[in-house]
């Protein structure tokens, strides 16, 4: 069998506008160039005219007049150029300086040559008793595992922000010559004292041109010096012989993590060829392959400062260090996260934080990590207390740890690189992120490196303790536990902005609750788009007294391997064009739409087949559920479903919406062999599926051949949890409504109306509007506050012009009281429900709903269900109805209620509950920004226009 190419997109020179510099004949002009390039240097040139370079980062140089001028990541140059040719249009031309272009007949230039304009600008002095010298050797050392450090030293954030308990000491982490390490590498110097820093690029790691910016100072630049170069063909033989790696192995085995100069005379700033009457001085310095860079700073402004190789690739894969100015006093407004704040002075000798570290064992251990696909915590039943951590990471999909790329074939994975499966070595499917199989490779957001995150098995009454890292590229995180209700437990509901600020890149918090219920509940991350990306796993809290079935768990998700979520909601707003036509809505079964939303697969338990337009699959492989014949399973079915609600079919069916979850149990009853499990969404005209294989033990690891259920007049098929009415006809469907059904026991009665201590409030979710349509709550817009300081908070939406028939963005707030009984009428506008508008219902954007009869408030409206109603926390209202629910509001804090379809979410669809208490909330995380939000920074409804026009 011949490997075959799942994506082949094909590449075509486009015309689109370019970036015009009008000028006018015999005059000069200055062009500020920036590099804002990710990785690769440019070489800029104007054809026709000579560059005259004035300027680096900032600062004056002599003038120096060339054709071109390469720029480096995070460099800034200044040149004039004269526009003393001909009346035309010439190209200003930038091409990386990669190896395949003819560079002939070209002389360098360093910069290192050039030399500041001024001559009262010299280098700081070594002075005896106030000059420290630091070597610094920039790499990729190793051989299976190369890791970007300086100094062996692989950097990583501090836990905190507290400045007297940073982690700068990696004496503890097990560095050292021929050694690689990760902690917080700092360099403690003395302020006012003047800094010597030597970069180097040599040794076996030595790789790649390193761009080193630094924050706060600036380098004097007083020397290059370069390895050895065949001067014909430009390409590097040998390092330089000045920096000697202080090792036992020869320099180009050394992991040269202790440099030192070769010439011992060298040493105290007696270097020679230094530049110290006029050097450069830049802030973003280039330091050569297998050569080094000599810089002085004078270290006179305190603080914490990173210093960095500017390439992204570099910087992401940590290649920093710190530079910690000392001084007697801790510089103003020193961010605090996730700690108390100190007042207490910081020196230049900092104590090891005493939080949770990587060594470099363990980092090597974790960098090979096998991912066994979610893998479960489950605690000890006899335990009191359960700890466990989630380390959330992006991760590729389709790629292996050691085989790297992989493709699907017959249910199976295989290396990039065979082209013969028949007798080739398969790769396993758990230790691979594999989706819906499509082989270009996807970024995801994940915890422990599973899709879906690792299950956490608990039993009710534990404490549970769970320590969140955050090791994302660049994102902020939190994890909301959901379903859980937190009781007075509010600073552990993991919402950022309201009961925590968020996680930090770097950092870990740790969440700790009572697991007070039973039942399947998941976790799931509460930023932005990041559930969408993979974030979110099982949470399971079982019964001691209840464990009369083996349990499955099993997890919903809609995919699209195209583009990731955050470019799902903008066109979500703006429209799906594929191929210039635009994407027609999708529609449900009662002609309801749920909006513009591509969806290339299903996902069960992280696991799909893409289907072709052809209805071809990729054959990629499926999840598989083992039982025993003549038992029986409970299912845990958790949605974790985007937009669109599944429809799993066995023998009735069950529609699941985005975050409900529902336990089944399955009789393995039939005959030994393989079976579809099969989930299908319930869209009008399209046949969006996803399918799982139950397997019993005996039966061969094939797919199944069985089909699916036949509904008939005689034999209908019965659907619990449907979101209309009724189907077709000719379905020959029933459906039962949520609402039908009831709890099992029977004193499980719901709250009572009671005088004075009764509340009640009608929520109109909708998308109102004539121009533009926001996601609103009675006619509100909803944003976080801006700050998490719960005596603070922006609730008050009265100043934000909201009222009838308007349209407002505020920090929607319900405020409760206590104790109280809180009876919540969502409405999507039912036949029940006048909008109290002077405009009809279909006219009116409904925000101030109240009953049609009004005999029906105070709790007295007909037909509920009191004596046992089903409790959820994920309720479904369907379009032109309304639902009715009561909480009991004894749970002081600050609560979000939100639409959990993803798209919905992110435009705003939410607010606030107050349950207001005599006393805080304990432990809120953080206060941010008390400052009153400025005029420009609130959004106009004019702007918002632009934004939200055709959201649907």
């Known amino acids: 069998m011949e490997k075959g190419v799942t994506d082949r997109r094909e590449i075509r020179q486009t015309k689109l506008p370019l970036e015009v510099f009008s000028v006018r004949s015999g005059m000069s002009y200055r062009f500020r160039i920036i590099s804002a390039a990710t990785n690769l240097p440019f070489r800029l040139s ?18 120096v007049i060339a054709e071109s001028l390469i720029v480096q990541a995070g460099e800034r140059y200044d040149v004039l150029v004269h526009a003393d040719q001909p009346t035309g249009n010439y190209w200003i031309r930038a ?117 080193i910016h630094i924050h706060g100072h600036h380098f004097y630049v007083l020397k290059m010096g370069f390895g050895n170069y065949n001067q014909t063909s430009g390409h590097l033989i040998g390092q330089t012989s000045d920096i000697d790696c202080n090792s036992i192995l020869p320099k180009t085995s050394s992991f040269c993590n202790s440099p030192k100069w070769s010439n011992a005379s060298w040493t105290g700033g007696n270097v020679p060829g230094l530049e110290t009457d006029r050097p450069p001085r830049k802030d973003t310095v280039f330091l050569p392959r297998g050569g080094y860079l000599v810089t002085r700073i004078n270290a006179n402004n305190p603080g914490i400062w990173l210093i960095h190789c500017h390439v992204s690739l570099h910087n992401l894969e940590s290649m920093a260090l710190l530079l910690n100015v000392s001084s007697p006093e801790i510089p103003r407004h020193f961010p605090v996260c ?13 104590p090891l934080c005493e939080e949770f570290k990587m060594g470099y064992l363990t980092f090597v251990a974790f960098a090979v990590l096998i991912l066994k696909s979610a893998v479960a915590y489950e605690c000890d039943s006899s335990a009191t207390e359960c700890i466990t951590s989630l380390v959330i990471e992006n ?49 995801v957001l994940v915890a422990n490196r599973s899709l879906p995150g690792p299950p956490i098995i608990v039993y009710k009454g534990q404490k549970v303790k769970v320590h969140v890292t955050n090791k994302l590229l660049s994102d902020t995180t939190s994890i909301h536990w959901h379903g859980l209700p937190q009781k007075n437990n509010n600073e552990n509901d993991g919402l950022p902005h309201v009961t925590q600020c968020p996680i ?46 083996e349990e499955r768990i099993l997890t919903l998700q809609e995919w699209n391997h195209d583009w990731d979520p ?22 449900k079964q009662d002609d309801d739409f749920f909006g513009s939303y591509k969806f290339d697969s299903g996902l069960i338990n992280g696991k799909g087949r893409y289907r072709s337009e052809g209805n071809k699959t990729n054959e990629a492989p499926l999840e598989v559920f083992s039982v025993r014949s003549g038992k029986s399973y409970r299912f845990r079915i958790i949605s974790a479903a985007t937009i669109l609600p599944f429809h799993p079919v066995t023998a009735e069916s069950l529609i699941v919406q985005a975050g409900e979850r529902y336990d089944v149990l399955v009789h393995a009853d039939q005959p030994t062999g393989n079976y579809w499990i099969r989930a299908r969404t319930i869209e009008r005209g399209f046949d969006h599926k996803v399918k799982a294989i139950l397997r019993y033990d005996g039966a061969t690891a094939t797919d199944p051949m069985t089909s699916r259920k036949r509904c008939t007049k005689t034999d209908m098929c019965k659907i619990i949890n449907c979101p209309f009415p009724y189907y077709s006809e000719f379905e020959y469907t029933e459906c039962v409504w949520f609402a039908e059904l009831k709890a099992r026991t029977n004193n499980d009665t719901a709250p009572e109306v009671k005088k004075g201590h009764f509340q009640e409030h009608i929520l109109n979710f909708g998308f109102p509007g004539t121009s533009w349509w926001p996601a609103t709550v009675n006619g509100k817009k909803f944003e976080f506050p801006h700050n998490t300081d719960i005596n603070n908070m922006a609730y008050d939406c009265d100043k934000s012009n909201c009222g009838e028939e308007k349209l407002c963005v505020c920090t929607h707030t ?75 509001a004894n749970n002081p804090g600050i609560w979000l209620i939100h639409c959990h379809v993803s798209l919905h979410n992110l435009d705003s669809l939410a607010f606030l509950l107050n349950v207001s208490s005599p006393e805080k909330p304990r432990n809120f995380q953080c206060v941010e920004s008390r400052q009153q939000k400025q005029p420009s920074q609130r959004k106009s409804l004019k702007s918002l226009s632009v934004q939200l026009k055709n959201p649907i």
């Open 95 to 211: 091409r990386t300086i990669e190896r395949g272009y003819d560079h002939k007949y070209t002389e360098c230039v360093w910069f290192a040559e050039l030399k500041a304009r001024t001559n009262n600008d010299t280098a700081p002095e070594v002075r005896k008793g106030h000059f420290q010298e630091h070597f610094l050797n920039f790499g990729f050392p190793a051989s299976s595992w190369r890791p970007a450090t300086v100094n062996g030293k692989k950097f990583e954030f501090p836990h905190n922000t507290d400045i007297n308990n940073m982690a700068y000491d990696c004496d503890k982490s097990n560095c050292g010559e021929e050694k690689l390490c990760v902690c917080t590498h700092t360099i403690n110097v003395k302020y006012g004292n003047v800094v010597q820093l030597v970069f180097s690029n040599v040794g076996i790691g030595k790789g790649g041109t390193h761009p």
């Open 338 to 350: 996730g700690v108390k704040e100190t007042k207490t002075a910081y020196t230049a000798e900092i």
């Open 46 to 63: 104007f054809d026709n005219h000579n560059l005259t370079i004035i300027s680096s980062d900032g600062y004056n140089i002599d003038p």
């Open 566 to 587: 955050g470019v799902d909601f903008l066109k979500y707003l703006n429209g799906i064009f594929i191929n210039r036509t635009r994407m027609e809505k999708v529609y």
């Open 814 to 888: 319900i405020n409760v009281k206590y104790g109280n009984v809180v009876q919540l009428v969502f409405s999507n506008v039912g036949i029940d429900i006048d909008c109290n508008s002077t405009l009809p219902k279909t006219s009116s954007f409904c925000n101030s709903p109240k009953w049609s009869n009004a005999s029906w408030t105070g709790g007295n409206v007909p037909g509920l269900e009191t004596d046992r109603p089903t409790r959820k926390d994920t309720v479904f209202l369907p379009r032109g109805g309304y639902l009715v629910t009561r909480i009991h």
């Open 504 to 549: 930090l890149p770097g950092q870990t918090l740790t969440y700790n609750f009572v697991a007070e219920l039973a039942g399947t509940f998941w976790y799931h991350s509460h930023s932005g788009t990041q559930r969408n990306q993979g974030l979110y796993g099982a949470l399971i809290i079982r019964d001691r007294d209840d464990n009369s079935y």
């Open 395 to 443: 991760h590729l999909t389709m790629y292996h740890p050691t085989e790297r790329a992989v493709y699907p074939y017959k249910g199976k994975l295989y290396k990039h690189d065979v082209t013969n499966t028949s007798n080739a070595q398969t790769v396993s499917v758990d230790e691979v992120i594999s989706v819906d199989g499509w082989e270009e490779p996807r970024m």
